[in-house]
C-alpha cells in the first residue's frame, strides 16, 4: 500500500529469443494421463534439446526418432524420459522447461498446475556487517516503543505471513526466483519512474507474482522477486504485471541491489517496498529453518504510520504527522523475558530470530504480519501457534548507534 501518483507509461516489446535467429519457437507442454510431462514446438533445426534452466537445455527427450524431425517441422507429444524416470512426471522447481535447437534460439514453456517452489539463494544476501544482519539483542529500548507499540496493536496477534498450499486460492507468501547469466534482459516500465532503478530487468519467462498460481497471475502487491546468480544482484518490482505472455512487463515501482554492498536507495526514494528497503533480505525462508537457523531481521507491515522515516528506511507512505504512529523502518525484538521453549523446533527458529534480529517496518499493512517465502514445505498449523504472541511480547529498540552513515546499511 502506498501514495498514488500519476506518470506517463510507455511499453516495448522485444522477442524472448534474438530476432536474428531461427529455429525452435512456440514450445508448449502438456500432461498424459498418467502424468507424463510431454512437450511440443514448432520451428525445430536439427536437434531439439531441454533443460530446466535457461543454461542447462542439453537433455535428449526419450524417443528422438519420433520427437525430432531432421525437417525442421513441428514436433508433438516429446516425453522428457524414459518411463520411470523421475524426470518424467516430475515438474521443475521454477514450473518451466526450457527449449533449444541447433538454429540458436531458445523459448520456455509453462507447466500447467504448477506452483513454483523457491530455489536455493546462490548469493549472501548483503554482507555480514550490514544492518540487516546485525544482532540488536543488546541495544536499548526506544523511548517511544510504547506508544508505537500501542499504535500497532498490543493486543494484536503476530500473524505469519507466509505458508503452503493456497489461501483464499492463493499461494500464501511472497515468492523469489533465481536466474542464470544468460536470461535476457526484458524491458519494463514504470509508474514511479521518478524513484525506480530503470530497465531492462532479467524477468525470466513465467516469473511467479505475489499472489499467482499461473502465468501472469498476482494479487495484492503483486511483486517479483529475481537474484541474478551471476552478479550477485537482486531485482525487486512492485505491482509487476506482464505484457505479450512477457516481452514486455509494466510496474509500479522497481529497484536493484547489489548483494555485495551496504549502499542504501537514494534518500527519500521508495523501492517495491514502501520504506525504501530490500524484501528478501527480509523473508523468512524454509531452508534456513530447516537448517536451524536465520541469520537476519524479517520484515512486517502495520496497518498505520506517519510520514517519516527512520534508518535505513528511505521513504514513508503516509500522510499523517501523528507522532503516536510509527514510522517506516523502526525495529522490533521479540522480548529475552519470551518463554519459547513450549514451541516446536521450527517455530523455535523463528522466535530466536526475533529476539537476536528483530523486524524492521517496511510497509502498510495488516498489523502484526511478518513475512515470508511461500513454500509447500511449510506447516501451516505449526506456523499458526506463533499466533499466540502479540505485540506486547515486543520492544522497539533505538539502533541509531549502529548507523555508520546515512546513505548505508553498514553497522560498526
Known amino acids: 500500500m502506498r501514495e498514488l501518483r500519476v506518470a506517463p507509461l510507455a511499453l516495448a516489446l522485444v522477442l524472448f529469443s534474438s530476432p536474428a535467429a531461427h529455429g525452435v519457437t512456440r514450445c508448449r507442454t502438456g500432461h498424459m494421463r498418467d502424468g507424463t510431462i510431454i512437450v511440443s514446438a514448432s520451428g525445430i533445426v536439427g536437434t531439439l534439446r531441454w533443460g530446466n534452466e535457461l543454461s542447462l537445455e542439453s537433455q535428449a527427450f526419450d524417443n528422438q526418432t519420433t520427437c525430432v524431425r531432421s525437417t525442421g517441422s513441428s514436433s508433438r507429444g516429446c516425453t522428457l524420459a524414459a518411463i520411470g524416470n523421475p524426470a518424467r512426471t516430475t515438474p521443475p522447481p521454477t514450473c518451466t522447461i526450457f527449449l533449444n535447437d541447433d538454429g540458436g534460439q531458445r523459448c520456455a514453456a509453462y507447466i500447467k498446475g504448477c506452483i513454483p517452489q523457491p530455489l536455493p539463494v546462490p548469493c549472501t544476501l548483503f554482507p555480514t556487517n550490514n544492518v540487516w544482519n546485525a544482532d540488536i539483542s543488546a541495544l536499548p ?176 507512505a503516509s500522510s499523517s504527522s501523528d507522532p503516536s504512529l510509527p514510522p517506516m523502518g523502526i525495529r522490533l525484538r521479540l522480548k529475552s523475558s519470551f518463554d519459547m521453549s513450549a514451541y516446536s523446533a521450527h517455530n523455535q527458529v523463528i522466535l530466536t530470530a526475533l529476539k537476536k534480529y528483530g523486524m524492521l517496518l517496511a510497509d502498510n499493512g495488516s498489523s502484526m504480519f511478518v513475512s515470508g517465502v511461500a513454500d509447500a514445505r511449510w506447516d501451516n498449523d505449526d506456523l499458526h501457534q506463533l499466533q499466540q504472541l502479540h505485540g506486547a511480547d515486543f520492544e522497539v529498540v533505538d539502533e541509531s548507534s549502529l548507523q555508520v552513515g546515512a546513505d548505508s546499511g553498514q553497522v560498526p
Open 141 to 316: 529500548v526506544h523511548a517511544s516503543s510504547t506508544t508505537w507499540i500501542n499504535s500497532i496493536g498490543a493486543a494484536n496477534a503476530l500473524h505469519p505471513d507466509f505458508g503452503s498450499g493456497l489461501y483464499n486460492k492463493r499461494p500464501i507468501g511472497i515468492p523469489y526466483t533465481v536466474v542464470p547469466s544468460i536470461q535476457p534482459l526484458i524491458p519494463i516500465s514504470f509508474l514511479y519512474a521518478d524513484e525506480s532503478d530503470a530497465g531492462p530487468y532479467p524477468i525470466p519467462p513465467y516469473a511467479p507474482i505475489e499472489g499467482g498460481k499461473r502465468p501472469g497471475d498476482g494479487a495484492g502487491d503483486r511483486h517479483i522477486l529475481i537474484v541474478d546468480s551471476a552478479t550477485c544482484h537482486l531485482y525487486e518490482i512492485y505491482s509487476a504485471r506482464w505484457h505479450g505472455r512477457g516481452k514486455s512487463w509494466s510496474a509500479g515501482s522497481g529497484a536493484t541491489w547489489d548483494l555485495n554492498s551496504n549502499n542504501l536507495r537514494s534518500d527519500t526514494w521508495t523501492s517495491a517496498d514502501a520504506a525504501g528497503l530490500p524484501m528478501l533480505p527480509g523473508l523468512a525462508r524454509y531452508d534456513e529453518v530447516a537448517a536451524g537457523s536465520i541469520n537476519h531481521a524479517l520484515r512486517f507491515t502495520a496497518s498505520q504510520t506517519q510520514r517519516s522515516y527512520v534508518w535505513p528506511a528511505r521513504h514513508f
